[in-house]
């Protein structure tokens, strides 16, 4: 068993269990519970998530990607205004990128108007950031690796073996 292994399963899915993972793994749940216990620990397992079709429940939000352009700042980089940004609720992913633009922020608000005044008065007069370039989602396919609408789902045949 590696740790790794552990890991990748309990990617695919958080809910199950030490003993089930243990089964998959050969090794024994409170090995299991131990790799666990210590990564979570270590923040090496940051938070087990739920990914929820807002659309389907009838809550639906607004998604946007922002790119942020800025001037580093001396000594800390980039570091300051990205600290500055993921501190704000709406901005649920912030990533440092190579490329034309500095920052990736995906944001959501419950209509576009309130993404975008975010973007005006949140993220846009911080300090060092030279621009912005909103886009927003029209439709989520997939998201960490789950298709949200598989038209295949009700085209399944069954298997005889």
């Known amino acids: 068993m590696s740790n790794n292994e552990i890991f990748s399963i309990l990617e695919k899915d958080a809910k199950l269990t030490p003993e089930q993972i243990a089964a998959m793994t050969g090794s024994s749940a409170a090995e299991v519970s131990q790799v666990i216990k210590q990564a979570e620990k270590d923040r090496a397992i940051v938070k087990y998530k739920t990914l929820i079709n807002w659309d389907k429940v009838g809550n639906e939000h607004v998604w946007a990607l922002v790119e942020v352009k800025i001037t580093p700042q001396r000594e800390v980089g980039f570091d300051a205004i990205a600290e500055r940004i993921y501190k704000f609720d709406e901005a ?68 005889i073996l």
């Not at 005044?117 to 300090?127: C, D, N, S």
Request: charged share 30%; proline share 1%; aromatic share 8%.
């Open 92 to 159: 649920r992913t912030v990533y440092l990128m190579s490329g034309t633009y500095d920052l990736a922020v995906i944001v959501t608000g419950r209509t576009m108007q309130e993404v975008a005044e975010f973007v005006t008065r949140k993220i846009a007069p911080i300090e060092g950031v030279t621009g912005t370039v909103s886009h927003f989602v029209l439709r989520r396919y997939k998201e960490d690796g789950e298709i949200f609408d598989s038209k295949e789902e009700g085209k399944r045949q069954a298997v």
